[in-house]
């Protein structure tokens, strides 16, 4: 199993990235998955995170991105998505994908949660 994330970069305030999460053995319509983020001396923190049983997707994100940033996904592709938008200095972390299989923890945003993990893309935000 590999998730291979990308999409990170240099970008502006009030700028906008798009993330990508790219699955290998492991089908993503068949787990929950979602974004972390962790900043230098601080803790890794939720982002966001999708998920869907059968035709019904559900999006959950930390309240400090809520509007700003969106979680997809493209099933053709096996891959997930971040589009952040309205980027702020405070952004500035290495973002994470992750896959968490079901049955699925109790909290969409506890990382203890997910089995796997993707190799982190760095986003910086430049004031």
């Known amino acids: 199993v590999q998730l291979q994330a990308s999409g990170g970069g240099l970008v502006q305030a009030g700028g906008s990235l798009r993330l990508s999460c790219a699955a290998s053995?492991?089908?993503?319509?068949?787990?929950?998955t979602g974004w972390f983020r962790q900043a230098p001396g601080k803790e890794r923190e939720s982002v966001a995170a999708?998920?869907?049983?059968?035709?019904?997707?559900?999006?959950y994100y930390a309240d400090s991105m809520k509007g700003r940033f969106t979680i997809s996904r493209d099933n053709a592709k096996n891959t997930v998505y971040l589009q952040m938008k309205s980027l702020k200095p405070e952004d500035t972390a290495v973002y994470y994908c992750?896959?968490?299989?079901?049955?699925?923890?109790?909290?969409?945003?506890?990382?203890?949660?997910?089995?796997?993990w993707g190799q982190g893309t760095q986003v910086t935000v430049s004031s």
């Open positions: 053995g492991l089908t993503f319509s068949n787990y929950r």
């Open positions: 992750a896959a968490d299989r079901p049955p699925y923890g109790s909290k969409w945003s506890e990382s203890n949660n997910y089995e796997n």
């Open positions: 999708i998920s869907w049983s059968g035709t019904i997707t559900t999006t």
